[in-house]
């Protein structure tokens, strides 16, 4: 799967899910989304459902941690890793 395409899915995403205005626009592929309130622990629920849909993977419990799903290229290198084997 190609990062740069998946980058701009999950963005587009997050950007039409969470974010409005001004804040999409200022949106790093590195920004925490807990720690600057662009997804709370209820919105990860969104983005791990959609992940799921999406990319057909499970998510297991052990995976729902910051370093797979707190930011864009966080998730672009979890699916990465999960749809690669």
Same mark, same amino acid.
Request: charged share 30%; hydrophobic share 35%; proline share 1%.
């Given at each position: ?18 974010? $409005? ?11 925490? $989304?807990?720690?600057n ?9 969104e983005?791990?459902? $959609? ?26 290198? $979890? ?6 084997g």
């Amino acid at each position: 799967m190609e990062k740069d395409n998946l980058r701009k899915e999950i963005k587009d995403f997050i950007i039409e899910t969470f974010l $409005f205005g001004d804040e999409a626009e200022s949106l790093q592929d590195s920004d925490s $989304f807990m720690q600057n309130g662009i997804v709370d622990s209820t919105g990860i629920l969104e983005v791990t459902n $959609f992940i799921e849909e999406k990319y057909n993977i499970n998510i297991e419990n052990e995976e729902m941690t910051p370093n797979n799903l707190d930011s864009v290229e966080n998730l672009v290198n $979890f699916i990465v890793r999960k749809t690669n084997g």
